[in-house]
Each structure stands twice: as structure tokens, then as C-alpha cells.
């Protein structure tokens, strides 16, 4: 298959630069991926919104990029703030000329507050905001016919000059990409799928802690690829857990997340007995930024011994709760908690990451002829912290900017042909599927046991090893079996486990997201992560 713009990735990254590549060059072709359907993506669980400077008479951009340079906690690129924050209420008024709907007051739109935001300005769409901005663009691109979506085709590999019979390393300046080999699993078969030109925008690796609000397909697999395809990586010890998922003894995968929006409209995070803890840790309390909160509920859940601890939401106006948040409502009432007389339980979960492909301002990775938007990169934006509703901002700036670059830039390139077929001469089918899911359990608990939100040297040498030897028997299956996405998926978790434990491992001091007992205290010089 052939064709001008390869976009690996439907969520909001993929699909914003895939329409607006389609709206400005009628004549090219764009082939959109999506490993499952076109619907599933971290973008449609998205809940509290998207942050937007939006009434300049109450709220300014210098506040805006003051709030996410705060959370940054001094890793954040100015230049990458500015841009997203300043470019950022276009963007967001392009989703509402597409049809997105964002709750409105009588006159105005309704702003929401979540944590580290010194203003309201959340646009959002009751809790279900990513299921409307998901509708939007798969309406939005279904108006294109040079611009298709092909479901169930997963992503195995960028194609560089390595499958040419080249020596690549990461020093080399000078890869390229030429498309990647992908299996369509409605065939099984892995087809060579070359472009002009390639984006990855495949979100998020929630999935590589065993607990995530990251639903199955967040896998990480965009940044293993291109990490195998030795592009750069940045800021990957910095993992985001958002403090306040709902503690379901009964266990579900994604778990559900209870929107920090709900601490914006009131909710008070307390203990079993009703006591409020956030003061100990920081001024603003339960709306302090999400490190803050969540490394103080995981200490006062360890120092407790409790398994999870509370949000209060008993004081609220009913008819108000219900109206902002009827998932959150629903979904509690579903496991037996009414929210109105009864504490909500929550716990602190891998949610985002801040870290990911390196990515200069218009989206180029250090590999030519790829860019990446989204969750999979690390622009500068979020630094060592990510703000709340700045994910889906960051995605909306840079989708646009990558668009207009690449349609300065798409005809300088043109398809390579003499790329090989996919070699599976050699492997069989899998024997033991419970080979791939046992390890991707041990990953889980490696993972969560010694690289979540409070890290040791100790338990980071540990992780190391263990990884190492998860890794060695994976590859080793890799080379054997006839693929499928399971191994796949395993396989690049365990990359992502190597990238966030290896750039934990190098950072000697405690800074946003990334705490350790050994280093506790942050440095002078100040220097983002790269591999
Ligand atoms: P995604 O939306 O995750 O899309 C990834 C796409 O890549 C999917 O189509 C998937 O099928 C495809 N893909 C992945 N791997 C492959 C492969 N190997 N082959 C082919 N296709 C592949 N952010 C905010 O700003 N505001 C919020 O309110 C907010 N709430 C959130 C709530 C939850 C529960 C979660 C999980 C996240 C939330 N976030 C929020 C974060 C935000 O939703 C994500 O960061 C953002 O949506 C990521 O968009 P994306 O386009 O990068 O990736
Ligand atoms: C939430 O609604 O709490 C999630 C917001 C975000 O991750 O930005």
C-alpha cells in the first residue's frame, strides 16, 4: 500500500493534523490507523476538558503560561508554552466551527477549574469531554474523501534505512523514515505500508502500571517504535498519576477515573474519617497540582495503612453534581456509592506521560520524514508536571502546526519502492498465549512495586534487572512466533518500562513527577532527559 501522509493514531493528535492536511491539499492522500476502532482512544475518556485563555477580561496568557510553567516544576520549554498557551484558543474555536459542543451559563461558556489553574478555564463538556471531541473529528474527517481511516491495522515498526540492509544508530543524524510494516488483523497478514511522509500520534502507556486510567490500547507502542527506530527520547521518568481514580475493590481495567474537575466544582479529598489532609501539604489544598495531591495521598495511604482514601462530596448541590457529572454519579452509584451521602474512595493511578518522542515546535522527531503529535511526544509543554486539560490543548496547537509544515514540505519527498517485504521466514504460531500475558502481569507489578510515584535507588536497580530478563525472554519469543498484537504490545511495554526506569535512574534529585528517597532534594542546573 502506498500513500502521500501516513497518520498512525485516531485520537485527537492524528485525527486534528489528518483534517487539517485534508483541508488544505485536496490532491493528497492521507491513511489514517487506528489499531482497534475509530473511537477508542485515550482522547474519548477524556473527562474534565480542555484549558483555554478564553475570556481576556477575567483570565490573561501570562497566566496561563505562569500556572504551566508552576506545575512544570522548571522543566518546561518556554518557547513550547507559549506557543500552545498563545495559539491555543484558535484551535479550540476550530473544534467549535467543526461541531464540537462545550457546556455553556446563559451567556457565556460554563469554565471549569481543576488543580495548579489560578483562573476557570476549562472548557469542557459535562464529564464525557473527549467523547465529544472523539464524535467531532470522526465527523469532521469523514467529510474528506482523500482522507481515510483504516481500523484494526496495527503499527509493528517504522520502516528506516535499517530494513534496507543499513547499519542506523542513534548518533546518525541523517534517518529517515519511509512508512511503516503494519498488520491488518482482519487478514493476520503484515503488510509494507510506505509514504511520503509518516506521523505517529498513538497517545499515551498507561497500561505498563497495573493501575491505570489509561483504557488497553494506551500501550505506548509510537514511542517503542521509535525508540527501536533509534530516534531521541525525552523526559521519560516523568509519569503522571492522577490522584483521584475511583478504588473499585472488585479491580476493572481501565480504572475509572473520578475527574479532577469534581475538586474544582467543591470536592474535598479526606481520610476514612472525614478529616481534610491537604493542608500539610500545600496551600491550595485538594487543588494543588496532581504531584502534589498524589504523592500525599499515597503517603497518607502508606502511613495509614489504608488501601485508598476519599473525596467528599456530600456538601454539593445535588441537581449541580448530577448535572456536571453524570458518569462520575452513575459510575459510583453502580458500585453501591452514592456520591451525595456517602464519600467517594479513590486512589492514585498512572494517567499520563509527560515524557515521549522529542519533538521540536512543528512536531519534527530527530528522524526525517516523521513527526509526532500528541500523547507520544515530549514537546516542552508539561516539563517535569504536566497541567491539568493541557494534553488535549498541546494536541489541537501542534496537530495544526505539523499540517501546515507538512504541506510546505510534502513535495520535496517521494515514496521509496525498494522496500522489502516483511521477513517471518522462521516463526510459528504461539503455543502458549499465557507466555505473553504472565509477563505482561510481572511488568505490571515491576512497575508499580518499583517505579511508581516514590522511587529508591534500590528499587530502580531492581526494576532494571528484572526488566532485563522480561525483556531477553520476549525478544527471544519475538524472533520465534508469528506475530500478534499481544506480543507487540508487550514487547513495547517493556521498552516503555526500560525508557522510564533508565531516565528515572539517571535523575539524581526529586523534581515534579519524579520523587526518589536517595535524591531528595532538586539540583541547580537544570536539564531535561534524553535517550
Ligand atoms: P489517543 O487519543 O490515545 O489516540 C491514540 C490512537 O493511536 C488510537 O487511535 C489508537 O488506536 C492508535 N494506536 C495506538 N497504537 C497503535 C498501533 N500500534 N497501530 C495503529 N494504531 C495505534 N487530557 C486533557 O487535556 N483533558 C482532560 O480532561 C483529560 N482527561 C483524561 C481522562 C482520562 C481517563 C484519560 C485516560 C486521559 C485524559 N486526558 C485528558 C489525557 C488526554 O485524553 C490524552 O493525553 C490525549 O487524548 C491523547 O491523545 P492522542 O491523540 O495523543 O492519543
Ligand atoms: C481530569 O478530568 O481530571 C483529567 C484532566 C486531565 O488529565 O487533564
Given at each position: 500500500?502506498?500513500?502521500?501522509?501516513?497518520?498512525?493514531?485516531?485520537?485527537?493528535?492524528?485525527?486534528?493534523?489528518?483534517?487539517?492536511?485534508?483541508?488544505?491539499?485536496?490532491?493528497?492522500?492521507?491513511?489514517?490507523?487506528?489499531?482497534?476502532?475509530?473511537?477508542?482512544?485515550?482522547?474519548?475518556?477524556?473527562?474534565?476538558?480542555?484549558?483555554?485563555?478564553?475570556?481576556?477580561?477575567?483570565?490573561?496568557?501570562?497566566?496561563?503560561?505562569?500556572?504551566?510553567?508552576?506545575?512544570?516544576?522548571?522543566?518546561?520549554?518556554?518557547?513550547?508554552?507559549?506557543?500552545?498557551?498563545?495559539?491555543?484558543?484558535?484551535?479550540?474555536?476550530?473544534?467549535?466551527?467543526?461541531?464540537?459542543?462545550?457546556?455553556?451559563?446563559?451567556?457565556?461558556?460554563?469554565?471549569?477549574?481543576?488543580?495548579?489553574?489560578?483562573?476557570?478555564?476549562?472548557?469542557?463538556?459535562?464529564?464525557?469531554?473527549?467523547?465529544?471531541?472523539?464524535?467531532?473529528?470522526?465527523?469532521?474527517?469523514?467529510?474528506?474523501?482523500?482522507?481515510?481511516?483504516?481500523?484494526?491495522?496495527?503499527?509493528?515498526?517504522?520502516?528506516?534505512?535499517?530494513?534496507?540492509?543499513?547499519?542506523?544508530?542513534r548518533?546518525?543524524?541523517?534517518?529517515?523514515?519511509?512508512?511503516?510494516?503494519?498488520?491488518?488483523?482482519?487478514?493476520?497478514?503484515?503488510?509494507?505500508?510506505?509514504?511520503?511522509?509518516?506521523?505517529?500520534?498513538?497517545?499515551?502507556a498507561?497500561?505498563v502500571?497495573?493501575?491505570?486510567?489509561?483504557?488497553?490500547?494506551?500501550?505506548g507502542?509510537?514511542i517503542a517504535?521509535?525508540y527501536r527506530?533509534?530516534?531521541h527520547m525525552e523526559n521519560m521518568e516523568f509519569v503522571?498519576?492522577?490522584?483521584?481514580?475511583?478504588?473499585?475493590?472488585?479491580?476493572?481495567?481501565?480504572?475509572?477515573?473520578?475527574?479532577?474537575?469534581?475538586?474544582?466544582?467543591?470536592?474535598?479529598?479526606?481520610?476514612?474519617?472525614?478529616?481534610?489532609?491537604?493542608?500539610?501539604?500545600?496551600?491550595?489544598?485538594?487543588?494543588?497540582?496532581?504531584?502534589?495531591?498524589?504523592?500525599?495521598?499515597?503517603?497518607?495511604?502508606?502511613?495509614?495503612?489504608?488501601?485508598?482514601?476519599?473525596?467528599?462530596?456530600?456538601?454539593?448541590?445535588?441537581?449541580?453534581?448530577?448535572?456536571?457529572?453524570?458518569?462520575?454519579?452513575?459510575?459510583?452509584?453502580?458500585?453501591?456509592?452514592?456520591?451525595?451521602?456517602?464519600?467517594?474512595?479513590?486512589?492514585?493511578?498512572?494517567?499520563?506521560m509527560?515524557g515521549g518522542?522529542k519533538?521540536?515546535?512543528?512536531?519534527?522527531?530527530?528522524?526525517?520524514?516523521?513527526?509526532?503529535?500528541?500523547?507520544?511526544?515530549c514537546?516542552?509543554?508539561?516539563?517535569?508536571?504536566?497541567?491539568?486539560?493541557?494534553?488535549?490543548?498541546?494536541?489541537?496547537?501542534?496537530?495544526?502546526?505539523?499540517?501546515?509544515?507538512?504541506?510546505?514540505?510534502?513535495?520535496?519527498?517521494?515514496?521509496?519502492?525498494?522496500?522489502?517485504?516483511?521477513?517471518?521466514?522462521?516463526?510459528?504460531?504461539?503455543?502458549?498465549?499465557?507466555?505473553?500475558?504472565?509477563?505482561?502481569?510481572?511488568l505490571?507489578?515491576i512497575m508499580?512495586?518499583y517505579v511508581?510515584?516514590?522511587r529508591?535507588s534500590?528499587r530502580l536497580k531492581r526494576a532494571t534487572d528484572r526488566l532485563s530478563?522480561l525483556y531477553?525472554?520476549?525478544?527471544?519469543?519475538?524472533?520465534?512466533?508469528?506475530?500478534?498484537?499481544?506480543?507487540?504490545?508487550?514487547?513495547?511495554l517493556i521498552t516503555i518500562g526500560y525508557l522510564i526506569t533508565r531516565s528515572a535512574s539517571i535523575r539524581r534529585?526529586?523534581?515534579?513527577?519524579h520523587?526518589t528517597?536517595?535524591?531528595?532534594?532538586?539540583?541547580?542546573?537544570?536539564q531535561p532527559s534524553i535517550l
Amino acid at each position: 500500500m502506498q500513500t502521500d501522509i501516513l497518520i498512525i493514531g485516531a485520537g485527537i493528535g492524528g485525527l486534528t493534523t489528518a483534517i487539517k492536511i485534508a483541508e488544505q491539499q485536496p490532491e493528497l492522500t492521507i491513511t489514517v490507523l487506528t489499531k482497534t476502532n475509530d473511537s477508542e482512544s485515550n482522547t474519548a475518556y477524556a473527562q474534565g476538558g480542555v484549558a483555554a485563555v478564553w475570556d481576556l477580561k477575567v483570565d490573561a496568557y501570562q497566566k496561563h503560561i505562569d500556572d504551566t510553567l508552576d506545575a512544570g516544576d522548571g522543566l518546561c520549554k518556554l518557547e513550547a508554552v507559549q506557543i500552545v498557551v498563545k495559539e491555543g484558543p484558535d484551535r479550540v474555536q476550530d473544534i467549535i466551527d467543526w461541531g464540537a459542543r462545550f457546556d455553556k451559563t446563559e451567556e457565556a461558556y460554563d469554565l471549569g477549574r481543576e488543580g495548579g489553574h489560578s483562573e476557570n478555564r476549562i472548557l469542557h463538556y459535562k464529564d464525557l469531554t473527549g467523547r465529544e471531541i472523539q464524535r467531532t473529528i470522526l465527523e469532521k474527517a469523514a467529510q474528506f474523501s482523500n482522507l481515510e481511516i483504516l481500523e484494526h491495522y496495527f503499527a509493528i515498526d517504522f520502516i528506516t534505512q535499517h530494513h534496507l540492509g543499513y547499519t542506523v544508530t542513534r548518533l546518525m543524524d541523517n534517518i529517515e523514515c519511509y512508512g511503516a510494516y503494519v498488520l491488518n488483523k482482519q487478514t493476520n497478514e503484515i503488510e509494507r505500508l510506505l509514504a511520503k511522509i509518516t506521523v505517529v500520534a498513538t497517545g499515551g502507556a498507561g497500561q505498563v502500571y497495573r493501575n491505570t486510567t489509561n483504557p488497553v490500547i494506551a500501550s505506548g507502542d509510537g514511542i517503542a517504535m521509535a525508540y527501536r527506530a533509534k530516534g531521541h527520547m525525552e523526559n521519560m521518568e516523568f509519569v503522571q498519576f492522577h490522584p483521584t481514580a475511583l478504588y473499585n475493590p472488585a479491580g476493572e481495567n481501565p480504572d475509572f477515573l473520578v475527574s479532577e474537575a469534581v475538586r474544582g466544582f467543591g470536592g474535598i479529598l479526606k481520610t476514612r474519617e472525614g478529616e481534610e489532609f491537604m493542608h500539610k501539604y500545600d496551600e491550595r489544598k485538594s487543588l494543588a497540582p496532581r504531584d502534589i495531591v498524589a504523592r500525599a495521598i499515597d503517603n497518607e495511604m502508606k502511613q495509614r495503612g489504608e488501601e485508598c482514601m476519599f473525596l467528599d462530596c456530600r456538601h454539593l448541590d445535588k441537581d449541580a453534581f448530577y448535572k456536571h457529572f453524570p458518569t462520575i454519579y452513575d459510575k459510583c452509584k453502580s458500585i453501591g456509592i452514592d456520591p451525595m451521602n456517602q464519600m467517594i474512595p479513590i486512589v492514585p493511578a498512572c494517567h499520563y506521560m509527560c515524557g515521549g518522542i522529542k519533538v521540536d515546535q512543528w512536531g519534527h522527531s530527530s528522524i526525517h520524514r516523521l513527526y509526532a503529535c500528541g500523547e507520544a511526544t515530549c514537546t516542552g509543554l508539561h516539563g517535569a508536571n504536566r497541567l491539568a486539560s493541557n494534553s488535549l490543548l498541546e494536541a489541537l496547537v501542534f496537530g495544526h502546526r505539523i499540517a501546515n509544515d507538512i504541506v510546505k514540505k510534502v513535495r520535496q519527498h517521494s515514496i521509496r519502492e525498494d522496500i522489502p517485504e516483511w521477513n517471518a521466514s522462521g516463526t510459528t504460531d504461539p503455543k502458549e498465549m499465557v507466555l505473553i500475558t504472565q509477563s505482561l502481569k510481572e511488568l505490571k507489578e515491576i512497575m508499580s512495586s518499583y517505579v511508581g510515584i516514590v522511587r529508591s535507588s534500590v528499587r530502580l536497580k531492581r526494576a532494571t534487572d528484572r526488566l532485563s530478563l522480561l525483556y531477553r525472554e520476549t525478544e527471544d519469543l519475538y524472533h520465534k512466533t508469528t506475530l500478534s498484537p499481544q506480543l507487540c504490545e508487550l514487547r513495547n511495554l517493556i521498552t516503555i518500562g526500560y525508557l522510564i526506569t533508565r531516565s528515572a535512574s539517571i535523575r539524581r534529585e526529586s523534581r515534579g513527577l519524579h520523587y526518589t528517597t536517595d535524591f531528595p532534594d532538586k539540583l541547580d542546573i537544570l536539564q531535561p532527559s534524553i535517550l
